[in-house]
């Protein structure tokens, strides 16, 4: 048993940690599909899905079904190689970014210091998805979807990124551990109000989220950038939206609401809570809100989101400095 050395382990347990919280990522988004419709039944006063299992408890399961042995077709105009590639790059690039996140004390795969940089990294290759699967579907429709996607994630991912500045100026680091640690006495949903705002709106606009789900909007464009796509491959892209609903809430909480921090209950509770709480926020915001148009979406956030962020900083560096010791 030479070879079973404190490095070897460190990487099994590693291994391992990265394959529970992926495996968990992709399982709450599959659940997460369902609960979206059984409150939006509640909050529109109807039923939602009651038919499958009491209650609707099954309609997982059957969706499941369904979904797995639809046929796997290909359009005879499509680009076959980038075509099957695309959702495969969608889905890895969002489940890659999971790893970057410290869900308790002992819990989180990697504790890297370039953390945020990483999770910027992989929102810029999932563009590259988005953009590939609808050029490469041969269809007006998909690829006036793509490019839209393409403009409104990028435009977006700087308002994001550059609403963390602040975060990252406060806490000295691009490492989420130390930035969670630094939030022990103080969230930092408080002092930085307004970029934790910011970061909010473009998480919405990233993952493509009612109301800023025009790349894909049924009444312009018959389902967008892939609309060509059919069984697990139309389902990497439908849970893949779930399960970037389910990055944002918890980057949110771990970057503005002291991540697994709380009184009384374990770390993990906490957690949950906290990410359950803005995932019930995406839910509501596409019962309450209409779809504005597309160039209304891109005013609002180079009018609108752009000065803000860059507001937030300027004051953000100017209190740093000034409670800085000589």
């Not at 989420?176 to 408080?190: K, P």
């Not at 790349?215 to 059919?230: F, M, N, R």
Request: net charge neutral.
């Amino acid at each position: 048993m030479e070879w079973l050395t404190p490095q070897v382990v460190a990487i099994v347990l590693a291994m391992l940690q990265a394959l529970v919280i992926l495996l968990a990522a992709v399982l709450a988004g599959a659940v997460l599909t369902v609960v979206e419709r059984r409150l939006l039944g509640l909050w529109q006063d109807r039923y939602g899905p009651n038919r499958v299992g009491p209650f609707g408890s099954l309609q997982l399961i059957a969706d499941m079904i369904k979904i797995f042995f639809k046929e796997d077709w290909i359009p005879p105009f499509a680009d076959r190689p980038i075509f099957v590639l695309a959702p495969a790059i969608a889905m890895a690039s969002l489940l890659l970014s999971f790893i970057i996140i410290p869900i308790t004390p002992g819990w989180g795969v990697a504790d890297w210091n370039i953390g945020l940089l990483f999770f910027l990294a992989m929102g810029g290759i999932n563009v590259y998805s988005v953009l590939l699967g609808g050029w490469a579907s041969g269809n007006k429709y998909a690829l006036i979807g793509a490019m839209r996607s393409s403009a409104q994630t990028i435009s977006y991912e700087i308002f994001m990124g550059l609403s963390l500045m602040g975060v990252v100026a406060m806490a000295g680091s691009f490492n989420l551990r130390e930035i969670v640690n630094a939030q022990q006495g103080l969230w930092y949903v408080i002092p930085q109000f307004l970029g934790f705002c910011n970061f909010l709106v473009a998480g919405f606009a990233v993952v493509h989220r009612h109301p800023f789900d025009q790349p894909e909007a049924e009444q312009e464009l018959a389902d967008g950038y892939h609309i060509e796509y059919s069984s697990m491959k139309f389902g990497m892209f439908f849970i893949g939206e779930y399960v970037g609903m389910l990055l944002i809430s918890a980057l949110v909480v771990t970057l503005f609401f002291g991540g697994w921090h709380g009184p009384l209950l374990p770390p993990i509770v906490w957690f949950v809570i906290k990410t359950g709480v803005f995932l019930v926020l995406f839910i509501l915001v596409r019962a309450a809100l209409p779809r504005p148009r597309y160039d209304r979406v891109m005013t609002f956030g180079w009018i609108v989101c752009l000065p803000l962020t860059l507001i937030n900083l300027l004051v953000t560096g100017a209190v740093i400095l000034l409670v800085a010791p000589a």
